[in-house]
């Protein structure tokens, strides 16, 4: 008997989880719920019962967890799918003819809600769903690497194509152009928000979804896994009146979530805060989110520009991407505003250099620059079944030599879905433009010179990612993925 042996919808309903099915049953009771659930659930179990009273946040995030996790979400309006997994979903799907003259595409429809399910369970990022010729493929972006999930035969391709345009409310007839739209979803109590891209290739259409997860919305800074003196120094710079933070490294390194918890801990009451995304990817209450429309002249440049007669305090643009912004956000800083924004830069001083290149006065820049923020995701070593390095293994790293610590490998378990890793962690390095730095910025200083004076008493990005490796959080592979390996301050 499995902790979702009862019901879904009853669960949900009466407010009831089975938390363990040992004897006596454990059985968690939100808070509020009729107690005389539980009559029915001692009959139905037919053993006796040690109830929990759970805050209705925690039943709720339970509820999610353990439902999700047996894919057995009960198929009322509101919860994705009730099936033994996506293998068993795809059986569902009738032959090529019959699919074509079917009114009823209930299996195709169930097929989305289980893939979308098994990716939320799974922890995926992004849900690629790729037409071949030979075949469909639908592949997870799990703690950012692929894979594959599921093999389909390519004459399915169209019609779960279509479907997922008409949940996510694009035009299902035009199929030479990308589109863009979503789809709000929930497991349970848990509200997921998809993000749905099509884009045309040659084996037919293809369709990434971007699953994020509204929980992380409440993430604080203190919950990002930041070292003391980067997370103190990100507090002392959110605490100024003015000028620009900025935050950089590659798509899906977290600088997004970095930036929102930033906003979280500003979001007070005692300020304004507007911002400018493309797209907005989550929505905070008590801060004024604008989209990019590039098709109606709503650049990130055009949007800034407005949001500053809007009588702001904080103003976060989501990328720095061209001249115009760059400008636009100089002067925000210089007129009493604190500007947060990202750049796509390899590491923290290269967005000085970035943001010269854009045609900023060196002195504009040292005057208004207060940190820079440069973050990597690493994936985070399984702690079921990591194993320590042996003397060999330790010895054919550079990286290692001469080090203390207990660095670990991947090993893979059935926890970890025998990846050797669960979930990641982040890795950075900080600058904050000192009186000695800020000079140097004012004097056109070359990058190298910067980063000598920038990192001379501060752990580089290639530092905190052997600082995660020495203390067993990953692996030294991991490290060497995410972090420049050419020689300079950031080399590993």
């Known amino acids: 008997m499995t902790a979702a042996a009862l019901d879904y919808g009853f ?17 968690g009771l939100r808070e509020g719920a009729d107690a005389r659930a539980l009559i029915e659930v001692r009959r139905a179990l037919a053993r006796a019962l040690e109830v929990e009273v759970l805050p ?4 709720d995030r339970r509820l999610s967890e353990i439902y999700a996790g047996d894919l057995a979400g009960a198929a009322d309006a509101g919860a994705l799918g009730a099936h033994d997994g996506l293998d068993a979903l795809a059986e569902d799907i009738p032959a090529a003819a019959d ?4 009114q009823d595409d209930a299996p195709v429809i169930r097929l989305i809600n289980g893939i979308i399910a098994e990716a939320a369970r799974t922890g995926a990022s992004d849900v690629h769903i790729e037409s071949f010729e030979t075949a469909l493929v639908v592949r997870f972006r799990v703690d950012g690497v692929m894979r594959e999930a599921l093999r389909l035969p390519a004459r399915i391709a169209p019609m779960l194509v279509s479907r997922i345009k008409v949940m996510a409310r694009l035009d299902i007839a035009e199929k030479r152009i990308p589109q863009d739209g979503r789809i709000a979803v929930a497991m349970g109590a848990k509200a997921l928000d998809v993000r749905v891209s099509t884009l045309p290739s040659r084996g037919g259409e293809r369709v990434v979804m971007r699953l ?6 409440a993430l604080g800074l203190d919950q990002l896994g930041m070292r003391r003196e980067v997370l103190d120094a990100l507090h002392w710079a959110l605490a100024q009146p003015n000028g620009i933070i900025l935050v950089t490294g590659p798509t899906g390194s977290g600088k997004t979530t970095t930036l929102y918890a930033s906003l979280g801990l500003l979001n007070d009451g005692s300020r304004t805060i507007l911002t400018v995304e493309d797209p907005v990817e989550y929505a905070i209450e008590g801060i004024g989110q604008t989209q990019v429309n590039a098709k109606v002249g709503m650049t990130f440049a055009a949007g800034l520009r407005s949001i500053l007669r809007q009588d702001p305090d904080v103003v976060m643009v989501g990328e720095v ?12 800083s210089l007129t009493g505003h604190l500007v947060l924004s990202t750049v796509h830069t390899n590491d923290a001083i290269g ?9 900023l006065e060196p002195f504009l820049l040292a005057s208004t620059v207060r940190l820079i923020l440069a973050q990597r995701l690493v994936r985070r070593l399984c702690p079921d079944c990591r194993a320590p390095l042996t003397d060999a293994e330790r010895a054919a790293h550079p990286l290692l030599a001469g080090a203390g610590g207990t660095p670990h490998r991947a090993v893979g378990c059935p926890a970890c879905q025998h990846t050797g890793y669960v979930g990641r962690l982040g890795v950075y390095e900080v600058v904050r433009v000192d009186d000695a730095l800020r000079r140097l910025i004012g004097e056109g200083a070359e990058e190298h010179v910067l980063a000598d004076a920038a990192f001379a008493r501060r752990p580089t990005l290639a530092d905190a990612a052997r600082a995660s490796v020495l203390a067993g959080e990953t692996t030294v592979e991991e490290a060497l993925r995410v972090t420049r390996q050419e020689s300079g301050h950031g080399g590993v």
């Open 11 to 27: 669960a949900k309903r009466h407010g009831v989880l089975l938390l363990d099915a040992a004897t006596p049953a454990r059985v």
């Open 56 to 59: 209705r946040p925690a039943f």
């Open 99 to 102: 699919l074509l003259d079917a």
């Open 212 to 217: 994020l997860d509204k929980d992380q919305t």
């Open 321 to 332: 991407r061209d001249p115009e912004t760059a400008q636009i956000a100089v002067q925000a």
């Open 351 to 359: 967005a000085i250099t970035r943001l010269r290149d854009m045609g």
